[in-house]
Structure formats: C-alpha cells, structure tokens
C-alpha cells in the first residue's frame, strides 16, 4: 500500500492506494473523502463537484450550498435541528463535522482522522484502511461532556451513477417515505420493495434509477430496523458492485437518497447506514430510535466497503 500527500482538484489531499483502489481524503473541507477509484475498471466511485473544484465553508452554513460530492461523515444530525435535551442549542444543517478541519496522520494501517466538537465537548476519530479491494472505515465517537450526547451518524457517500445501476437491499420489503413527492407521496407513506405503486397507481421499481432527465429525487428509509447490515449498487453499467457491510445493531437503520436530477442537476445515489431513525437527532430521540453516548462513553462502529466485479 502507497500513502502519499497529494492535490485532488483545488484542495491537500492524504492518499492511499494499492492495486486496486485509490482513495482520496480531503482534511480541511471535513475530512471528506473526495474520491474512490477502481483502478481496474478506471472508475470513480463518487460523485465529483460539478464546477471542478471545492470552495471551503464557514460552520453552519448551508450543506446545499457547496459541492455536494464525495463523502461526508453526518454528525450529530443531518437536517437542521435544536439539540433533543438542550433547546439552546441548535445543530447546523448536515452536521458540524463536513465544515470544520479535520486533523489527519497515516500510520501503519492506513491514515487516521480526527475531529473536535464545537458546541458540545466530543471527539470524532476515524480510521480509513484498505485492503485488496475492501475499505475498512473504523469510527470512535466520543463523549466527554457530563450529560448524555444524542448524536445522530450517517455515512453520505454520494455516488455516480447510471440508467443501468441497481440498488440491492436483501431481505428487504418495506420502505417508508421520508420526503414529499410526486410518485412516493406524502412523508410517511408506505411501499413494497423492489416493486410498488404510485400515487397515480402506475407500478414502479424502487430498486431502479430514472435518467437523470427526470428532474427529480427521493428519499425513502427500510421501514424497520436491518436484520443484516449489507446494501449494494450495481455501478459502471453492471460491471461493479458497490457493497457495504456493517453492524446492523450499531447501525439498524438505512436511509436511500436518490438524485435523479431534481437537486442541482446532479446524478447520484446514496446508501446511508445509520444509528436513528431519521435525518434529525431530534426526531429519532424523541421516536426513541436513537440510543446517547454517555458521558465518558465511546461509541464504535466499523464500515467495510467492498468493490466487486461482477464479470
């Protein structure tokens, strides 16, 4: 495995690769992990800034604003929302995490991250290592406040996609929906998966991706917490497989978000494992889905990320 310092686009870069995967690290835009390569198929995993180049944001700002590419790591919320115990505080649009410099290192494994909280007293480290070709993304959350940290994770890997990608979801057969639409209808409306109905009654494949032509997205969530934690996409018109495995008991819920053209004009999926149920740490505590990390405590998870030919 080569570790290097690089440029990716106009930012400092970290970088590991090996034969088979490239993988970029962008420090200072949130530690954002920029690029995925399959080297042998010389395919880009995630979605690039469409104006070619990254502009650094200010905390809080508005997550849509700026490049919506690559990786980000959500926490301790994705939408916008006041703190589930502390009304006093109000957590940022997508997390604090995406907009603040990250401290990285490469070790002997790979390259470690590391971030500090800004309202409330937490440590985020992470660790990216690969090998062949598996990523292996290791996560410490920790809480060093005196009260209890309802903090809501959620991998954002914005990835290119096609009219040919598939999105895989095994033993899956319910999904709600999470965002108002025109096919899917109102928040908390429910569908079969793969295939189900819309408002208008026409069938439609929630496992399937329109063109990007169809100017719009959606949002829906697995109804019901995980029994096993594995997602996929077929990529690069069915010649890759882009799995994740994980916990499902850290990590029992999973979020799709679809972009069809309808925000910015930009043609991505993502599958977003996370730890609540849904998009604010407010909403999932008070659902009760979302578990504190007490005071002193570390939560800990891991996410591996497979590529996988399929020919």
Not at 82 to 95: E, Q
Not at 125 to 153: F, M, Q
Not at 232 to 247: D, G, I
Not at 249 to 259: A, F
């Amino acid at each position: 495995m080569q570790q290097y310092k690089t440029r990716h686009l106009n930012a400092d870069a970290y970088c590991l690769e090996n034969a088979i995967l490239r993988i970029i690290v962008l420090p200072e835009l949130g530690g954002k992990i920029a690029s995925l390569q399959y080297k042998p198929q010389g395919f880009e995993v995630f979605s690039q800034p469409a104006k070619g180049e990254y502009t650094m944001p200010n905390y809080g700002d508005e997550f849509a604003l700026y490049d919506t590419s690559g990786s980000d790591e959500m926490f301790p919320t994705i939408d916008i929302c006041a703190d589930p115990k502390d009304k006093t505080i109000l957590w940022p649009d997508h997390g604090e995490l995406w907009a603040l410099p990250w401290q990285c290192a490469f070790d002997k494994r790979g390259l470690f991250s590391r971030a500090q909280g800004v309202v409330w007293n937490y440590i985020f480290e992470r660790h990216i290592a690969i090998n062949d070709n598996t990523v292996t993304i290791s996560y410490a959350i920790t809480n060093n406040e005196d009260k209890p940290l309802y903090g809501l994770w959620a991998f954002h890997g914005l990835v290119a996609v096609d009219e040919e990608t598939e999105i895989i979801l095994p033993n899956v057969s319910k999904l709600i929906n999470v965002h108002e639409s025109e096919l899917l209808g109102t928040v908390g409306a429910m569908h079969n998966y793969p295939v189900s109905k819309t408002v208008l009654g026409d069938e439609i494949s929630l496992d399937k991706i329109a063109s990007r032509t169809a100017n719009k997205s959606e949002k829906y969530y697995v109804s019901t917490p995980m029994e096993n934690g594995q997602c996929s996409l077929l990529l690069n018109h069915k010649q890759l497989e882009y799995q994740l495995l994980y916990n499902a008991r850290k990590l029992p819920y999973l979020g799709v978000w679809i972009n069809e053209g309808g925000f910015k004009n930009e043609y991505n999926v993502a599958l977003e494992p996370t730890n609540g149920f849904y998009d604010t740490n407010l909403m999932a505590a008070q659902n009760g889905t979302l578990k504190p990390i007490l005071p002193g405590r570390t939560l800990s998870f891991t996410l591996h990320l497979n590529l996988l030919p399929t020919a």
